[in-house]
Structure formats: C-alpha cells, structure tokens
C-alpha cells in the first residue's frame, strides 16, 4: 500500500536509507523449517493468562483496577466465567448477599478485601462485561468467511484511476479503469495513499500532496478516507460508486492500514505521526485509538493470536530503516504499544520494509519481499514465536520456488482464502498484471496473469 511508480522511486532516491548487515552469516546455523503431519494454520504464541478486572461497587461509587495472572483459584474462577485471557472488563457488585459466605473461596475473597478495604459489600450478582476490542477467536478463519474478492489499486496515473480484483470463487483476474477528472473523490489518491481490502471492499486513507517534496520533514497531507465495494464493480455499469467517509483526525502519508476482524480497520503511523486510528466499519464511526513508540512509515501489520496487533519494521523518512517491532493488545480497553524482542538469524541483509506477511505452518508466519535495492535476487524469511516465556522471536531465511521478483507490495497482508490459500495482488509494473496464491501449509505459490 503507499508508495508505488515513478514517484516511489524518486522519493527512495531522496530517503536513501543505509543498509545494514543483522544476524549471523553463517548459513550453518540458520534450522530448516520443519513441517507437522497434516499441519494446522495457527499462528498462536504461548501466552501468560493475565486479566486486568475494574471492580465497580455500584452503592460505594468505588472502583478499582486489580491485574490478575498465573495459575490461582481466582484464575480458574475467571477462566469458568469464559473470560478472554489477556483482556479488560469491569465487574459490578449489587447487594443482597455476601461474596465470602458464598463463593467459600479465600483467595478471592481477599483480593475483594484488599480492593474494598477489608468490608466486602453485600452482593447478589457478579456481572461482568468485556472492554476490548470484539475480535472472533478464529481470526484466519474469519478473514476467509469475510472474503471472496480482493482488489489491488494503481495510483500512479494522474489521469487515469485502476483497480484490479481478484474473485475467488471463479478464480478470475479482472481490470477496470476509470478517469479522474470523472470523480472529484480520486483526485486525492496517489502512490503515497495507503488502502487495505476489508470485507469485499477496498479503503482508502491518506496520501501525499503534489510538490511536496521540498518538505522533508513535514509533508502536505491528505486527510481522505473513501472506501469503494468490489463486488459492484463486475456488474456492467460503467458508473464507479465511492463512499466518502468521515476525513481523518490527523493527515498522514507513508502510512499502512489492517483490516481486523469483523468490523476494524487500523490506520497507523506516516510520515510524522506515531498515531493509531481505529474505524469501526459497522458504527462507521472513527476515533483515536492509541499511539506507536516510534514514527514508522509503510509498517507491515498483523493480527497475531487472535489478540495482538504487530507492527514490523519501516523507515524512517530520509533515515535509516526501521529495526524494531512493536504490538498493541487489542484485548485491552486501553491500548498501549510494547517492544517485541526478536533474535535477526539471516545469512542475507533483512531487508524490513516493503515486505508482505502471510500467515503460515506451525505457528509462524511468512514475510516475502523487501525493500527494493535493484538487486536480482529476492529474500524471503521466515517470523518464528517464542514458545516460552521470555524467549526471543526469531527471523530466519526461507526459500520457496518463485521465479518473480515481487519486492514490493501495496497491500502488505496476503489475504487467507479457502483451502488454506492466502493472495496477494503485488505492485503491477508496465501492464504486467498477476496474483500471487500462496499455499500456507507447505509454501507453494503459483503466480496467475491476466491475459487480455
């Protein structure tokens, strides 16, 4: 998403971000990735349960925040209330009956003493209700269930307005154009607008202002946000319908945006901004959602577990590449970014921005493609959760059989499809227009061109 075309080269001319060596080169110690029997999509790293609990005494008007973790009677009391772990939610007390007779449980009952300083209030109900974000427990599954279409769209044309779809039940590659000057909407779009696919449809946000090179630190800005429906593309009617949505609270080019499911979509970072938007397709609502540690400009995102939102890599713009990852817990009511420790196992430079994401074998995920340095070769690796607590992620070198360069791709996350598929429409270079269908179980891709 983001950068493309004539202008992506010239703005890389002018960024110029070093490359540097990360990891052991000896190719001796980079472990061949293994298979499972009949393996299984997961991407699940083992996770401490831990429940942040704001306890609301209704009659006192007294609230408290209690983090409540590891194996503990209280925990299991929390677990048979089919709690998220890793999550927010606010429990209220009503009166009537006393906990402690009740519940015939010590260690709860003194963390309701320690909370309401050794006088229990009398209850009769223990209500709760979640404060995260609303996120299915199958996230892969989801994604497939809310997807037959995907499209990629080319922006580099001042005149001229493409979007290529991708339908997954007739497993057809198809081309439409429409002319600019047609729709005031599209005037705003160009290589520096950032888009995702989202339940059959293509978003929009963002973008970067004609002449504004000159401003180095401080780009002119696009604050659009339009979404377009993919499935009333192929219906004989050349009329484009674009949906204008509410403008964002903040402008920003070099940006990267996620569809999460069912209903979110995440704008992150830019150019001069670590902030979070988060639009909630069903309220059609936009709000702040939080903020990044550092600027990163076109991060590859994913949703981990079913709960963790990664941000990997970037640039930094006219810098150096972005050597960090961080995450956000989508479980929490109050979402705050954190670092990831990663151990870079490379025999080849990592190049980490540019790339696409893909979910993948025993708990892993895929990251192909790079940043684009002219060279021949493509570098492809492999993203490996620690399994125990306190043990480093781990990037490794992977190879699979694909002829095509495909360093660069506009929407970074390869869409999960029946079957255990994943697609990606990559960055269309002189009319040359593919998918890419990437088998996530044994990473076999076969490459479709459409043919006019």
């Not at 209704?58 to 009677?73: A, R, T, Y």
């Not at 360069?405 to 996350?413: G, V, Y």
């Not at 076999?444 to 043919?451: A, I």
């Amino acid at each position: 998403m983001g950068a493309c075309g004539e202008e992506k080269d010239k703005r890389d001319k002018d960024k110029n971000p070093i490359k540097t060596d990360v990891g052991d080169k000896n190719p001796t110690n980079i472990e061949p990735i293994t298979e499972e029997p009949n393996g299984k999509l997961k991407s699940t790293p083992k996770i401490k349960k831990s429940y942040t609990i704001k306890f609301l005494n209704k009659d006192k008007n007294q609230e408290n925040n209690k983090i409540i973790e590891g194996d503990s009677s209280i925990n299991q009391i929390l677990t048979n209330m089919k709690l998220k772990e890793n999550s927010d939610y606010i429990i209220e007390f009503d009166n009537n009956l006393k906990i402690g007779a009740e519940k015939k449980d010590e260690k709860f009952e003194k963390i309701l003493n320690e909370i309401f300083n050794n006088n229990i209030p009398e209850v009769i109900n223990m209500k709760y209700s979640y404060k995260g974000l609303n996120i299915p427990e199958n996230a892969v599954q989801a994604y497939r269930e809310n997807t037959q279409i995907i499209g990629s769209a080319i922006l580099d044309n001042p005149e001229t307005f493409g979007i290529i779809t991708y339908e997954n039940n007739t497993r057809s590659l198809n081309p439409y154009y429409y002319q600019r000057s047609e729709y005031p909407e599209l005037v705003t779009l160009n290589s520096f607008t950032a888009y995702c696919n989202a339940k059959n449809c293509l978003y929009f946000s963002g973008g970067e202002k004609e002449q504004s090179y000159e401003k180095e630190d401080n780009p002119l800005q696009y604050d659009e946000f339009i979404c377009i429906n993919l499935t009333e593309l192929n219906t004989g009617k050349n009329k484009l319908v674009i949906n204008k949505l509410d403008n964002l609270l903040e402008p920003r080019t070099w940006h990267s945006m996620i569809f999460v499911p069912n209903k979110y979509i995440f704008i992150v970072g830019g150019s001069n901004t670590k902030s979070v938007e988060l639009y909630d397709i069903d309220e059609k609502k936009l709000t702040k959602d939080s903020e990044l540690n550092e600027i990163r400009c076109e991060s590859t995102l994913c949703l981990v577990n079913n709960m963790y939102l990664y941000a990997f890599y970037g640039f930094l713009l006219h810098q150096d590449y972005n050597t960090s990852v961080e995450r956000c817990n989508l479980l929490k009511e109050e979402r705050k970014w954190e670092y990831v420790n990663i151990n870079e196992n490379c025999a080849t430079k990592f190049k980490p921005s540019f790339f696409a994401i893909s979910y993948f074998i025993n708990d892993n995920l895929l990251l192909i493609g790079g940043n684009d340095t002219g060279e021949d070769e493509r570098f492809d690796y492999v993203y490996k959760f620690g399994k125990e607590e306190n043990q480093k992620d781990e990037i490794k070198d992977y190879k699979f059989d694909l002829k095509e360069k495909l360093n660069i791709f506009k929407d970074k996350l390869f869409m999960p499809l029946d079957n255990n598929k994943a697609v990606n429409i990559p960055l269309i270079i002189g009319g040359d227009i593919k998918v890419i269908i990437l088998d996530t179980e044994n990473g076999e891709v076969t490459p479709y061109n459409y043919n006019k």
